[in-house]
């Protein structure tokens, strides 16, 4: 079975950071798609950083990029998300998400096959 498992939202002051983690596993998705997304409240889900297995780029929002950093870990199937800086606007519950195995895909795209539970992210005085 497929499982993607978000965890290391937590709530911090403006100008902090934090690293999110997600474990992904299963033969159904395709792990070079991984990425991340958000949903604040009031506001639609949107990407934030995602692998581009067309390319094997790194794509990131406009309001992330410089801040946050998409890496990940094959050996222990894990993808992170380290972000820096962070602003009370990237407050939102954050989602590890992957299409199916055999998909290829450019950037972040909403229609993911597969999604995490979520982990909340809070930036707040």
């Known amino acids: 079975q497929v499982q993607l498992a978000e965890s290391g939202g937590d709530s911090v002051q403006p100008g902090g950071s934090l690293r999110l983690s997600c474990v992904a596993s299963?033969?159904?998705?395709?792990?070079?798609?991984i990425g991340w997304f958000r949903q604040a409240p009031g506001k639609e889900r949107e990407g934030v950083s995602c692998?581009?297995?067309?390319?094997?780029?790194?794509y990131y929002a406009d309001s992330v990029k410089g801040r946050f950093t998409l890496s990940r870990d094959n050996a222990k199937n894990t993808v992170y998300l380290q972000m820096n800086n962070l602003k009370p606007e990237d407050t939102g519950t954050y989602y590890c998400?992957?299409?199916?195995?055999?998909?290829?895909?450019?950037?972040?795209?909403?229609?993911?096959?597969?999604w995490g539970e979520g982990t909340l992210v809070t930036v707040s005085s």
């Open positions: 299963g033969f159904a998705l395709n792990y070079d798609s």
């Open positions: 998400a992957a299409p199916a195995a055999g998909t290829i895909t450019r950037g972040c795209y909403l229609g993911m096959d597969y």
């Open positions: 692998f581009s297995s067309y390319d094997s780029s790194i």
